[in-house]
Structures are given as structure tokens and as C-alpha cells.
């Protein structure tokens, strides 16, 4: 049996319905008023739990009436009815009833066991159970808008400006190298625009790589890469003067050289550094598939390049030898180089963001996702959820291509413990509709699932992958109940339409997507010459994007 299942929902295909259905099962698969204490439902945002909460004591109370079912709760007593080999409780209806009854009653009773909660409140109380075991100060306050955290940091930091010689000249430098790049050279929200990126779950994992270091040892840095940088550039124009210079001594005139390539070469390597690739031709001319000299070049330049046509190539093939060489090296100095004052600012920012925290006894959502990252990662039981493992059975997850990477693999270990427990987990998601990128969402989970998304070969991942495999199956939700038939046959015939021009990865969530409509839908919606203007601007947008991709 399959005890981790993935529903992919498209819009209108009925995603919190089985949310509850699923819900319903395992909080009425027995005569316990109790079962659903062990159910745990993370969404989103309050208002999605909320709703989640209100649909699913709706059905409770709906089935638990003695009133005739219609719409939905009539919907889910039938899928409830089922046998329990195509997914339902296998109990009459009078059954289903008296078990609404007493599960709605202990609900009622006992609101706080109701386990519907959003993914942050959820972590938030995991922090608050274990605050002293991760060595957190018993009464810290949580600050939810990190942005207020990062523009009082700022302040402080900007404040030091004059205080401290060493932060004063970074900042000076910094807003000098904005300047001369005629970028934004506003300070303060400047950087803190920049310094949003502290915000990112990810930025953790470099900011440990840079934070032992100090502005003396970036200006240490930042010394050793111009040197680098420096000597590169030096090598390279005493390749172009040696090889112009071999030519002048031949005697052999630059015009000489078919196309001048033979000479320009040497002549861009004194003067431009951003472009030092070799042509087809030139590289042709020095591999002997071309020849070297010019259409119309006199019989005493051509007995010139004859005789030393050996000793040319081997200077071309010399500094081209070097270049290949340390080129890629000379190409990242600078871009480091560039980058490098960002870095240290960055450096400085979240030093001062630290601090500040540390000051005020706060602590900020991301926090908590990382502290417990931190465990989740590097124990096979982690301590953090001893407790939880005995209350929650169950793990039913909304909206999971916003999920994050480090908010999913803070859940992984839950669902690893139910699933070896051989109890019935769930995410639904909907990958088209991922919109919280920006939040460190990532659609890619999803699309990967049961595979763990950017695993790092990470033994216990590996090992948790391992068991979301054995247990997964997937579900499509593809029947539309929202939208009329029109509508439904045109998003089937855009999303194939559009397909193609996604890269591979990406292919496979509108390639199969097909919805079927319900029948109690049709008729009415848009008019066919809406239909028709629309369809039209699609196959113009397909044939532009052709001609610009060649």
C-alpha cells in the first residue's frame, strides 16, 4: 500500500476537497474521538488554514446531522463509503455519522489539538518546546518581518560611519564603486536592498563560507586578486608586443595577413582584455586549413610569410598556450573583484544583524527554520521532535510547490518516522501556480518528488529519500469543477500548445496535463470569438518566440 501520495492539482480540480477527505479517513477510520489529534495539516498562510479548519467541521457537522446530505458533504459520505481497497472506510453511513458526532464534539472541546496550522506557526512552536536544548533565550520574541530587523541593523552600521576607520573606508569604497559604475549610490537603501539577500534560506549556506573574515582580511584579498589580475594582463601584452614585434622584424607589413587577423591579434592583446577569443578564420590561418596571406599580396610578402610561417605559428600557438591557460582564472579575479566590496559589506550587515538579535532577544522565522536545520540535518532522530513523533501520525501538506528546500527537509524526518510507522502521509501541490520563488519557494521539489530536490548527497536525505520511494504514488486531480467547458478545452490546448518551448524539465508538467470538465459546467462561459482572438494572440506569441529563439 502506498502511504506517501502526491496529488497534482490543477485550478478548480477539487485540491482542498481532498484535502478533507483525506483528513475525514483518518479521523473517522476508528470509533476513537481522538484519532484526529495525531493528524497534523500544514499550509501556507492563516487564511488557508483557517478555511481548511471551517471545511472540515462543516463536514463534520453536515455528516453528523440527520439531515439528507446534498453538494459536498453528500459528495464526501460517498467516497467514505467506499470500500476500503478504492480508498474509503468500508462502514455504513450510520456509522459515518456517529463518528462525525464524537470527533465534532472533541474538537469543539479541545481546539487547540486541532492540528491545521501554517508551516511557520508550526516551527515557531517546535522552537518554543525545545528553546533551551538549542541554547535560546526562554523569552525571545519573534520578529515576523525580517526587513525590520535588517533596516535597524543598517542604522547601526551606518551609525559607526566616522567611529569606526576600517568600516568608514569600506563604505566610502563601496559607494565610490557605485558611483564610477553610475549605479544607485543611495546608502541606506542601497544596501539594504542588497542586504535582503541575508533574508534568503539559502544565503546561509555562503555567508559561513566569508564570515570568519574581516575587512582587513578582504582588503588583504581584494590586494592578492588586483596583483593576480595585474600580472595576467602583463603576460598577455608581452605576448602581443613579442609577436607584433617579430612581425616588424621580418619586414612583413600587417596588411599582409589575410583579413589582417594575423596581426590584429597581437594588436588587441596590448589593448583590449574583454575579447582575447580567436575567429574560425584566424584559427583556421594558424591550423593551416586557411591560407595566411591577404587576395592581392605582392610575390616578396608572400616569400616573407613562406619562410617564416613556421616560427609565426609558433608564437600564435604560444600565446594562445598561456591564454587558455590562465584565462578563466583572470576572468573570475575580476568578477570577484567586482563583487568584492558587496561581500564585505554583506559581511559587516549580517554581523551587525547578529548582533542586534543577540541585543534585543529576537528571533526571526528564517531563524527558526535554520536552527532546526541544523539538527534535522545531522541526526538519524533528531531530539527536536522526540515529542512530536508521538503525538502527530500523520503529515497532510498544502500548497507544496511553495514549499521551500529547508522547510521541506525540516519535514522530511516527521514523515520518514510515520511512513516507517505505516501510517498515511500526503502533499498537495500545483506546480503551475508556484508564486513564492521570491520567499525560497522551490516548484522543483514537486517536480522531483519522491527524489529529495538538492539532497547533496547527504546520507540521512539519502537514506529519508529512500523511504519516500518505497511508499509514493502519484495522483492527478483532472477534473475541473469550477470552469466551463470552453475555458477547460482552451487551457488544455494552450498548455500543450506552449509546452515546447519550456526546457525538458519543465516539459512534463503541461505536456500530460489534460482536464477533463464536469458536465454540470457546460454550456454558457465565452463566446467563441473571444475564444478565437485569444487562440489567435497565443499563435502569434509562439511564432515570435520562434524567430527570436533562432
Not at 522551490?442 to 529519500?465: A, G, M, T
Not at 529512500?466 to 467547458?485: C, G
Request: negative net charge.
Amino acid at each position: 500500500m502506498s502511504n506517501f501520495i502526491t496529488y497534482n492539482s490543477s485550478a478548480g480540480s477539487g485540491k482542498t476537497y481532498t484535502l478533507v477527505k483525506e483528513y475525514l479517513k483518518i479521523a473517522l477510520e476508528t470509533k476513537s474521538a481522538n484519532q484526529y489529534k495525531h493528524i497534523l495539516a500544514v499550509t501556507f498562510t492563516n487564511k488557508a488554514a483557517a478555511e481548511m479548519k471551517a471545511r472540515v467541521i462543516e463536514a463534520l457537522k453536515a455528516l453528523s446531522a440527520d439531515e439528507a446530505l446534498e453538494g459536498t458533504p453528500k459528495f464526501l459520505q460517498l467516497d467514505l463509503l467506499k470500500p476500503k481497497a478504492d480508498g474509503g472506510l468500508e462502514i455504513d453511513a450510520n456509522e459515518i455519522k456517529e463518528r462525525s458526532k464524537r470527533v465534532l464534539k472533541s474538537i469543539l472541546h479541545s481546539y487547540n489539538d486541532f492540528g491545521v496550522s501554517t508551516i511557520d506557526k508550526f516551527t515557531h512552536k517546535i522552537i518554543r518546546t525545545f528553546a533551551h536544548d538549542l541554547h535560546l533565550p526562554l523569552n525571545f520574541e519573534i520578529e515576523l518581518d525580517d526587513r525590520e530587523v535588517l533596516g535597524a541593523a543598517i542604522d547601526m552600521l551606518i551609525a559607526e560611519v566616522g567611529n569606526n576607520e576600517k568600516l568608514t573606508k569600506l563604505l566610502l569604497e563601496y559607494t565610490s564603486k557605485k558611483a564610477e559604475n553610475e549605479e544607485n549610490w543611495h546608502i541606506e537603501r542601497d544596501l539594504f536592498e542588497f542586504s535582503r539577500n541575508l533574508l534568503k534560506e539559502d544565503g546561509e549556506l555562503y555567508l559561513e563560507k566569508i564570515r570568519k573574515l574581516s575587512i582587513k582580511d578582504f582588503d588583504a584579498i581584494k590586494s592578492q586578486l588586483h596583483q593576480q589580475t595585474k600580472d595576467f594582463e602583463a603576460a598577455v601584452k608581452q605576448l602581443g608586443t613579442d609577436g607584433l614585434g617579430f612581425i616588424k622584424s621580418k619586414g612583413i607589413d600587417e596588411s599582409s595577413f589575410s583579413g589582417r587577423y594575423g596581426y590584429d591579434y597581437y594588436w588587441k592583446c596590448l589593448r583590449d582584455f574583454k575579447k582575447l577569443d580567436v575567429n574560425k578564420t584566424l584559427a583556421g590561418m594558424m591550423s593551416g586549413e586557411k591560407s595566411l596571406y591577404a587576395q592581392k599580396l605582392e610575390s616578396s610578402q608572400k616569400v616573407l610569410i613562406d619562410e617564416n610561417e613556421q616560427e609565426l605559428i609558433s608564437i600564435f600557438n604560444a600565446s594562445r598556450d598561456y591564454i587558455e591557460k590562465f584565462e578563466s582564472d583572470y576572468r573570475v579575479n575580476k568578477l570577484i573583484i567586482k563583487n568584492l566590496y558587496n561581500l564585505a559589506v554583506l559581511n559587516e550587515i549580517e554581523k551587525t544583524v547578529l548582533e542586534f538579535k543577540k541585543d534585543n532577544n529576537v528571533l526571526s522565522i528564517s531563524d527558526f527554520n535554520k536552527r532546526i536545520a541544523a539538527i534535522v540535518e545531522s541526526e538519524p532522530i533528531p531530539f527536536i521532535y522526540e515529542r512530536l513523533g508521538e503525538k502527530y501520525n500523520h503529515y497532510l501538506i498544502d500548497e507544496f510547490q511553495d514549499t521551500s528546500i529547508i522547510q521541506w527537509h525540516n519535514l522530511i524526518p516527521l514523515v520518514d518516522n510515520s511512513l516507517g510507522n505505516g501510517k498515511f502521509n500526503m502533499v498537495v501541490g500545483d506546480a503551475k501556480q508556484a508564486i513564492y520563488r521570491f520567499r525560497g519557494g522551490e516548484v522543483e521539489q514537486i517536480i522531483n518528488l519522491p527524489k529529495i530536490y538538492k539532497h547533496k548527497n547527504n546520507p540521512l536525505l539519502l537514506e529519508r529519500e529512500a523511504a519516500l520511494t518505497r511508499n509514493f504514488a502519484e495522483s492527478t486531480l483532472s477534473t475541473n469543477y469550477r470552469s466551463k467547458a470552453e475555458i477547460v478545452d482552451f487551457n488544455n490546448r494552450f498548455f500543450q500548445s506552449v509546452a515546447g518551448n519550456l526546457s525538458e524539465n519543465y516539459q512534463k508538467l503541461y505536456s500530460d496535463l489534460y482536464q477533463e470538465f464536469n458536465p454540470e459546467n457546460n454550456g454558457g462561459g465565452v463566446s467563441v470569438e473571444f475564444m478565437e482572438d485569444v487562440e489567435a494572440e497565443v499563435y502569434r506569441a509562439n511564432v515570435l518566440n520562434n524567430v527570436f529563439n533562432k
